[in-house]
């Protein structure tokens, strides 16, 4: 990422009031920021949003971070003496996405490189760094945007839309605003994307929204910015899954699931058809169809038990 086009003090110091920056804590390290990312990004100068303890600390063992905000609150804890830089104010999640919208977009020059044995439809669209591995099938009305990595084998069928930004609106500075997206797509060797599929790239650059080996993403399914996907998972037709999920492998998702923003779903797990995932799901879990996502045994028995008596 190329940074900001001035430096962050100067930046800083013209909306201090609008977002009530109370203090700012080793301003020096402002100067070694480059972009915006988690509290786990490993990109060199990483400047995140720390909501809480928890992130704060998870922002402190991250040698990448150089700078954090985050509220009054948060700060007041005796964090302060081995932390990055902290930007404290009563509002840090506007400040943040304010700070990402300002970043400076990399003009890419980087054309498509695809191997001689893959396939790629004429009708198909190529855009930027795009790479497309040994055998890999790429069909017709695809649209692929940069970066992007398709590996060997990975067969995309027609209409799929790999790279996109996604939904991410956000009040800031009292307007709505879309929150563009820096980053990638990786999808891992002889994956299988079906038909009018959606796969957003991540939000922060350097990083990317991936899909494991061999997972297949079905119909009109939609993969959200920076989810992770593992190996060999099943994800069907229309099957939204929120950014920032994490999905293991060998995952089993039924028809029409949702899965909520930052929900974790561990190995072997199936989440039936039309369950919407509010919490996390243990590895070999099996959670129920329809709403709210709960253990399936227990469902079909509490189901059975109400068909019975409606018998009588």
């Not at 001035?6 to 390290?29: C, D, G, K, W």
């Not at 190996?231 to 099957?239: D, K, W």
Request: aromatic fraction near 4%; charge should be neutral.
């Amino acid at each position: 990422m190329a940074g900001w086009p001035e430096s962050l003090e100067a930046m800083l110091e013209r909306v201090a009031a609008e977002f009530r920056i109370a203090r700012i804590t080793r301003p020096e390290l402002l100067r070694s920021a480059r972009q915006t990312g988690f509290v786990w990004t490993r990109q060199p100068g990483v400047v995140c949003l720390a909501a809480n303890r928890h992130y704060l600390s998870l922002a402190r063992a991250n040698p990448d971070v150089a700078v954090v905000v985050t509220s009054e609150e948060v700060a007041r804890r005796d964090f302060e003496a081995a932390t990055p830089c902290l930007i404290v104010c009563d509002r840090p999640d506007e400040l943040y996405l304010w700070m990402h919208l300002h970043q400076q977009t990399p003009t890419g020059t980087a054309s498509p490189q695809i191997d001689p044995t893959a396939t790629v439809d004429a009708s198909a669209v190529l855009h930027g760094d795009v790479r497309i591995e040994a055998d890999a099938w790429i069909g017709p009305r695809v649209v692929i945007s940069g970066p992007a990595v398709l590996g060997r084998g990975v067969h995309v069928e027609a209409g799929a839309i790999i790279g996109c930004d996604g939904l991410y609106a956000k009040d800031v500075a009292g307007r709505r605003r879309h929150i563009p997206h820096y980053g990638g797509v990786a999808i891992g060797a002889d994956a299988f994307i079906h038909a009018g599929a959606v796969i957003v790239r991540s939000a922060i650059a350097g990083e990317a929204t991936s899909i494991g080996p061999e997972t297949h993403v079905g119909v009109m399914a939609n993969v959200g910015h920076d989810v992770q996907v593992g190996a060999r998972t099943t994800i069907s037709s229309n099957v939204v899954i929120a950014g920032r999920a994490r999905v293991g492998a060998d995952v089993w998702i039924g028809a029409s699931a949702t899965l909520s923003n930052a929900v974790s779903v561990g190995d072997r797990a199936k989440i039936r058809i039309g369950s919407v995932v509010v919490r996390d799901v243990a590895a070999g879990a099996d959670v129920s169809s329809g709403n709210f996502a709960i253990d399936h045994a227990q469902a079909m028995r509490a189901y059975t038990r109400e068909a019975t008596r409606e018998k009588r």
